[in-house]
Each structure stands twice: as structure tokens, then as C-alpha cells.
Nanobody
Framework: QVQLVESGGGLVQAGGSLRLSCAASGRTFSTYPMGWFRQAPGKEREFVAGISWNGGSYSTDYVDSVKGRFTISRDNAKKTVYLQMNSLKPEDTAVYYC???????????????WGQGTQVTVSS
């Protein structure tokens, strides 16, 4: 079992920044993918960013709408994955979920475990 706890959400003005953190416990592995998803009201959950081990280094992937603004990273010693969000826009408003994979896939998963989510609200 893997437990994921997100933190760092909040209210920010457009153009501002937030850093989300996801602390993992239980059965986690440094070479397995970790990711962030988000769900806005009335919309389906969507992939935001992922990071996975490709045998020599970490690979990352992002949804097009956040490329150049968001950065995913991980600290394996702390079992924590981060999502640095810059130049935030009102359309980034959503509940953000951390996810962990127990299969050695790519940054987009598939993902097996989910956190409880943290709210990010960007005001215009």
C-alpha cells in the first residue's frame, strides 16, 4: 500500500506561483512514476505532469497547457514529489491530486494510488 498526502494548495492571484508537495509513505520506489492530476468543477480529471525513471535519468511530461509554467520534481530521500506552478492562470483552478504508479511505465502512468487532493484557486 502507498499513502499520498498533498499540501501547498491555496488562493493566489493570476500571475502568481504555488508549490505543491506530495509526501509518500508505504511501499514506494524511486524508479516508479509519480504524477500530478487535476480536476476542475464540472470537468474530468486530467493529467498535468509526470516523472519517471527511464533507466538512466528521469523523464518528465506535461499537458500542453502547463508546459513552460509548471515543473515537476522529486526528492527520493524524502519520498516527496513537487509541482512548482508559475504564471498561474484562472483556468488552472482545480483540485490537484498526487498519484503514484507501481508499474514501470512512463510519466503518464498508469497510476495506481491517489492522494486526497489539494485545492488551488487562481483569482483574476
Amino acid at each position: 500500500q502507498v499513502q499520498l498526502v498533498e499540501s501547498g494548495g491555496g488562493l493566489v492571484q493570476a500571475g502568481g506561483s504555488l508549490r505543491l508537495s506530495c509526501a509518500a509513505s508505504g511501499r514506494t520506489f524511486s524508479t516508479y512514476p509519480m504524477g500530478w492530476f487535476r480536476q476542475a468543477p464540472g470537468k474530468e480529471r486530467e493529467f498535468v505532469a509526470g516523472i519517471s525513471w527511464n533507466g538512466g535519468s528521469y523523464s518528465t511530461d506535461y499537458v500542453d497547457s502547463v508546459k513552460g509554467r509548471f515543473t515537476i520534481s522529486r526528492d527520493n530521500a524524502k519520498k516527496t514529489v513537487y509541482l512548482q506552478m508559475n504564471s498561474l492562470k484562472p483556468e488552472d483552478t482545480a483540485v490537484y491530486y498526487c498519484a503514484a504508479s507501481m508499474s514501470k511505465g512512463g510519466p503518464r502512468g498508469p497510476y495506481d494510488y491517489w492522494g486526497q487532493g489539494t485545492q488551488v484557486t487562481v483569482s483574476s
